[in-house]
């Protein structure tokens, strides 16, 4: 699987921008997003959206404009784009924080992403959420506070968890019943693994910094 990352940045609730873009990695801005990109001095390589969060739209030949009726958000059609540039790994900002609703159609996308053979992080100012599907994520010891895992888009199989306070051993988690709210980390190493299906992971984080031992 290549390394380019693909950057998302929507118009929610949006992390400090502190990441260099390398020269294959793709940046996106989803409508009002473009903001925060201008902010911080990065520029996109595509801009998108119907432009309901900006007060005018933008113009150029990166400029992709999207009806205001359509049967996915802005965020979502700019990851789609972006996988079928071939993209796997991301980094979604401003995608927390607004209406409940874009909320939880980005969920969805961090599980779209996932059943891509993929991985997306959507990243908040003191949260940040991931799918992990059929797999493993390493938390690095500097990890603090809380982090909870459900089951999404049905059961997940042998969950295990490891260097948390509350550990779990090949465990079959419902996505039904909240077992894995509100566990914590210890400041030592900890894992958490599924041997088949999806966890949504809700961890803390200080301003966008994944407390991760290797993202993807």
Not at 150 to 163: I, S
């Amino acid at each position: 699987m290549s390394d380019k990352i693909c950057y998302i940045i929507g118009a929610g609730e949006c992390a400090p921008l502190k990441f260099h873009p390398e020269r294959e990695d793709l940046v996106i801005a989803a409508d009002g997003g473009l903001e925060y990109l201008k902010a911080a001095g990065i520029r996109p390589d595509l801009i998108l959206g119907d432009f309901d969060s900006l007060s005018y739209a933008p113009e150029g030949e990166e400029v992709i404009r999207l009806r205001p009726e359509k049967d996915d958000t802005d965020t979502y059609h700019a990851a789609r784009i972006a996988l079928e540039y071939g993209y796997r790994h991301f980094y979604i900002y401003g995608g927390l924080g607004g209406r409940l609703a874009h909320t939880i159609a980005n969920i969805q996308l961090l599980e779209h992403i996932a059943e891509q053979g993929g991985r997306a992080y959507l990243v908040g100012t003191g949260e940040t959420l991931t799918v992990l599907r059929n797999g493993r994520l390493e938390f690095l010891p500097e990890a603090k506070g809380y982090i909870s895992i459900f089951a999404v888009n049905g059961p997940a199989y042998g969950v295990t968890l490891t260097g948390l306070k509350y550990p779990l051993d090949k465990y079959d988690m419902l996505g039904s019943y909240p077992i894995g709210v509100s566990n914590e980390f210890t400041g030592q190493p900890s894992s958490a693994e599924t041997a088949e299906g999806s966890l949504l992971i809700i961890f803390h984080s200080n301003n966008g910094v994944l407390p991760i031992a290797n993202p993807f």
